[in-house]
């Protein structure tokens, strides 16, 4: 009798414990749905397309740090997620810093010249205008380091996406996500009513959508 009652005490924790893991699988799903989203409109706008999406991808990461903290317990967090986004912001800023140093060592640069070649008739302001199509550099320079940064990041959380629904068996098309720029990996466009959305493709063999396994 007390056998039987112990199993059924184990069988009623069991089945707790797969609605705890299912619930945070899925919310963690939604979480990187919408971080994926986030930051690709943002690199989508930086490069002078107009995208309007509400969501802020670095409050959102901060978000899902803070419920990885609380869930260190089960396996829904990457550890390495702190480290890489402290990483990337870090690079966008020092990029930043970086660019207008440069902004202003060129107009500095140009501006001394012009105003020594206009005050001396000395034949100066060419060589002030000179230096001016570093500029252009400069711009493209840091929009291509920027660009890199805000790639990584995406596909990085493309790949947890992937990992997610291949360990928790959730189906991919319930989490699908907008995507504005079309050089991702491991991603596969499809069409729901009249817009376009982007899912993570699976290895041949996982049963994507099929009732999730738990330890």
Known sequence: MTEAVRDSVEVALELDEREVYSHIAKESAEDIRRIISSIDAERAQRKGFTVYYLDDWDDLIRERIRKGKRHTAFDFYNPALLDIWEEKVGELRRIRMTERFLYSGIALFSLGFVLVGLLSKAYLIPVGLSVLPLWIWVRDWAG????????????????????????????????????????????????????????????????????????
């Not at 790949?159 to 991919?172: F, S």
């Open 144 to 215: 291509e380091r920027r660009d890199l940064i805000y790639h990584q990041l995406t596909q990085f959380f493309i790949d947890e996406m992937r990992a997610l629904i291949e360990d928790y068996n959730l189906n991919p098309e319930e989490y699908r996500f907008k995507l504005f720029n079309d050089d991702y990996f491991g991603v596969s466009i499809l069409r729901f009513g009249r817009e376009n959305f982007a899912v993570v493709s699976l290895e041949p063999g996982k049963n994507a959508g099929q009732p999730p396994k738990f330890w």
